[in-house]
């Protein structure tokens, strides 16, 4: 009697697999000098050469998509004093109303020694105040509700500091600080950055400037965009060694009809969708699991996802432990991830939100 067909168990993955050794100078700290001066490994299967990123469009073809994340960076960090004097500093996460009729509130992560009672008044460095309304979005939320003294969007453009990922330092009088300089306001910024909301940039859109742009416009390669508001969360650390236990952040986002249509275009045609980022790639992929409705997701993707929309990822190299290696496995398999990261730290690639990017190619769900 014949045997039965083997069946797949997929593999259970824990925290721990998705950790790895990272030489800490290999921390991009600064972006290379020119937007496109960065480096690209080219990973897709079974391929693997170091390249320049200027090489990018002889990488694609004729008829392919790139789909990019148009979020604008606001410079969400802002610093004030409670009664007391003590100081702190506001993170803000997601602006909740701009009109003074519905209070203009914010939600926003803060960072303060002793947290201050709600109905406190905090006096904000520029001299205008934040009252501490509760939690939001409830009384358990993750982050805290307040209310700014006038149109937040206008108190950020003129006294805010630019949100710069926690492992970007700057020397500032011999000590270290977590302070922007002059040159992050241009650079931790996408060159077709269009709407504001994001708290952290679509950092594997960073590469691309004009020069780079013009080239794959002349070869062909046609471009779309989504709106996906990058929050702070994006670099929560993943604590659960049961990954499946994680709960992620919710993310705003947006993918107009045109993009739709552009991909339907793309996909009749033979041609490959290529998301510039895990953001895109959040973005495309909720749309497709969940509908027009969605307009905020937490989707998690974890090895076993199966992709609807995307063939392609241009990306940066992520954080150990982080959902954005995890996502990255899903999409290429995690063998050739571990492997290619293996690679990236022995060539001396750079690392994280300035740091040096790798095109992917999808492989099946694992």
């Known amino acids: 009697m014949p045997s039965p067909p083997a069946t797949h168990t997929p593999r259970a993955f824990t925290l721990s697999d998705f950790d790895f050794a990272l030489p800490p100078e290999l921390i991009a700290q600064h972006p290379p000098a020119q937007r496109s001066g960065s480096r690209l490994l080219d990973a897709r299967v079974p391929a693997l050469a170091d390249r320049q990123f200027t090489e990018l469009p002889s990488l694609l073809l004729p008829g392919d998509l790139l789909v990019f994340n148009d979020t604008k960076v606001v410079k969400a960090r802002l610093f004030g004093q409670k009664a007391s004097g003590g100081r702190l500093e506001l993170l803000i996460e997601r602006v909740l109303s701009l009109d003074a009729d519905s209070g203009h509130e914010v939600a ?21 105040t934040a009252t501490l309304l509760g939690r939001w979005p409830n009384a358990d939320g993750p982050l805290y509700h307040f209310r700014l003294s006038s149109d937040p969007y206008a108190l950020m453009e003129k006294h805010g500091h630019v949100p710069l990922p926690p492992y970007i330092e700057r020397v500032q009088d ?5 302070e922007d300089s002059p040159d992050d306001e241009q650079r931790y910024q996408t060159v077709f950055a269009k709407h504001p909301g994001a708290v952290a940039a679509p950092t594997a859109a960073l590469h691309f400037d004009e020069a780079v742009l013009a080239q794959l416009q002349a070869r062909g390669v ?12 994006t670099f929560q650390p993943v604590k659960a060694e049961n990954i499946a236990e994680h709960v992620m952040h919710f993310e705003r986002f947006e993918v107009p ?38 307009r905020d997701t937490n989707i998690f993707i974890t090895p076993g996802f199966e992709f609807a929309v995307v063939d392609m990822l241009l990306t940066n190299f992520h954080l150990p432990k982080s959902t954005l290696m995890m996502l990255v496995s899903a999409f290429a398999g995690y063998e050739h991830i571990m492997g290619l990261y293996q690679h990236a730290i022995e060539a001396r690639y750079r690392f994280f939100s300035y740091g040096d990017s790798m095109l992917l190619a999808r492989r099946a769900a694992i």
């Open 174 to 178: 011999s000590a270290i600080t977590h």
């Open 222 to 233: 046609q471009r779309a965009s989504v709106t996906l508001h990058v929050g702070a969360g």
């Open 257 to 294: 009809e045109a993009t739709l249509e552009a991909i339907a275009a793309c996909k009749a045609r033979g041609g490959r969708v290529v998301a510039v980022g895990t953001t895109t790639v959040r973005a495309l992929e909720s749309f497709a699991k969940f509908g027009p409705a969605c």
């Open 108 to 128: 926003a992560h803060m960072k303060v020694s002793k947290k201050p009672q709600q109905g406190a008044v905090m006096q904000m460095d520029g001299g205008f």
